[in-house]
């Protein structure tokens, strides 16, 4: 007697159309372009002028007799620090028969410029991390445990005035209120709980701290979390290990609201846009290979610009 049809007998399975699987880091994680604006530039490396503080802070006016000269004074202007734009760039190459053979929800082209303008966009960010979220490079460096208490020590420790005394410091030095301050999720998660932020509302609102309600306790215009993750486990190994790329350190920052001249700023992204923008993504067609190559590059520099407007906590949970 003939068995009957099994399930599998009526239907084939095929690639669902409405929804497929990817991971990746979402755009809010990458923090470098919010703490060093953008500036675009027409050429690759120029010059930055740099007019030395002690000629604007000091008191030099005096009284005049009639018909006599007034005081004289002059100023220097510093010409030593300068960008170069550095080429970054990657590329994905599609095979015209893959292109020609491919089923849905798969479209080569669209995963081959999301993939490379991934790559460089988690390059600009962890360059940034490299450089300038560590001890040695800013005004101030304050260590965890020894200069402060750790976040993460709730019953002594207050975030509030470690930023205040932060924030003061940039002050003394520049005349300039700091306005950013990035941390590591790590540091973020331990902050948003932190009794010292609650105690400020509970009486006020729900006791919800979002990044806005702590960068206002803070007096800041803005706190920004860097959540972007990198593997730095071996290609096609068992096991995907994935790792932060800020760790467990803050940065206090002064920038402008706006670049300006005769403005200081903690540091500046310099993007050559005669070369594309922070992301340029362009397609190349190889007849030799028959393909199409999808190649996302940028020419950047980020440079600190006034160590002294940043102020380094280092060790902070």
């Known amino acids: ?56 802070f000091r008191d030099e006016a005096q009284k005049r007799a009639p018909a006599t000269e007034s005081v004289g004074i002059t100023w220097k202007v510093k010409k030593d620090a300068k960008y170069y734009c550095d080429n970054f760039a990657i590329h994905s190459d599609v095979a015209d028969e893959d292109r020609a053979n491919y089923d849905e929800p798969f479209d080569p082209d669209e995963e081959a410029t999301i993939l490379t303008t991934e790559k460089i966009r988690l390059r600009i960010e962890k360059a940034w991390a490299a450089d300038f979220f560590k001890t040695g490079v800013w005004g101030t460096d304050v260590v965890g445990a020894t200069d402060f208490t750790k976040w993460s020590d709730y019953g002594a420790s207050n975030p509030i005035t470690d930023v205040d005394a932060g924030r003061d410091k940039i002050h003394e030095n520049t005349g300039k209120n700091a306005g950013r301050l990035a941390v590591g999720r790590k540091v973020w998660t331990k902050m948003k709980n932190h009794p010292a932020f609650i105690e400020r509302i509970k009486y006020t609102q729900k006791a919800v701290l979002s990044r806005d309600l702590v960068a206002s306790l803070l007096d800041l215009e803005g706190l920004f979390v860097g959540e972007a993750l990198e593997t730095t486990s071996v290609e096609e190994a068992a096991t995907t290990v994935l790792a932060y790329i800020f760790g467990t350190r803050a940065l206090l920052t002064y920038v402008p609201p706006r670049p300006a001249l005769r403005t200081p700023s903690a540091g500046y992204t310099f993007i050559w846009t005669k070369m594309g923008g922070l992301t340029y993504v362009r397609r190349l067609r190889l007849d030799k290979i028959m393909a199409d190559r999808i190649e996302a590059h940028t020419f950047f520099d980020q440079k600190a610009i006034a160590t002294e407007c940043g102020y380094m906590f280092d060790a902070v949970v």
């Open 1 to 56: 007697m003939p068995s009957s049809p099994t399930p599998e007998d009526r239907h084939v399975d095929t690639l669902l159309t409405m929804i497929s699987i990817a991971m990746m880091n979402e755009p809010g994680s990458y923090i470098a372009p919010a703490m060093f604006p953008v500036i675009p530039v027409k050429l690759r490396s120029d010059l930055i002028a740099e007019y030395p503080k002690e000629y604007w």
